[in-house]
């Protein structure tokens, strides 16, 4: 599982790039798997990328063209995929979406991720022992009719939460 250090990142966006020059030869934000969300209101940059999960909302495909692959990443058939969305409306933290008629989710880039290469700041690591110990049930509530973007909006907000307190009891204390 890819893991982010959001007091390290800087919001650059190089993992964006790498990501979508790798798996389409092109750059551009759409085209990434890794989508860092810019909250520059709080000052804080945060990338959101698929938390392979242990509900695997996203298998739930009606097609069965999501499966999971050897290093516990998400795997996208795209003979058996019909671009339904059903895995981007269940994803609760936006790391799924269409893009092309095809779902985009991290495929850990067969297990080599390039995202990581491209991070040089440390913010992004990658431990594949980690797979399905991370539980998204608590952003599933509230998620139902979200955009891709707001959910992972959502999760940054929450999940950088605790860092905001710190940060802001620091400067009180």
Known sequence: ????????????????VNCSFFH???????GSR????KMEDIGIDFPVVCRLCQERYCTKC??????IGSHGQVVVSGSLCTACGICETLCP????ELFE???????LCGGDPHCLKA?????ISFEPDQAGETSLKPFKKGSRGLTPEN????????????LRESWTAERRG
């Not at 933290?93 to 799924?96: L, R, T, V």
């Open 34 to 37: 890794i989508k860092v969300v």
């Open 24 to 30: 389409s030869g092109k750059v551009g934000r759409q």
């Open 101 to 107: 008629e095809m779902p985009y989710v991290c495929d």
């Open 151 to 162: 959910k992972r909006c959502r999760f940054a907000q929450a999940s950088s939460k605790e």
């Open 119 to 123: 991070c040089t700041m440390g913010a």
């Open 93 to 96: 933290i936006g790391a799924i």
């Open 1 to 16: 599982m890819l893991t982010i250090d959001i007091e390290k990142c800087s919001g650059c966006s190089r993992c964006e």
């Open 62 to 67: 009606p097609e069965s063209a999501i499966s």
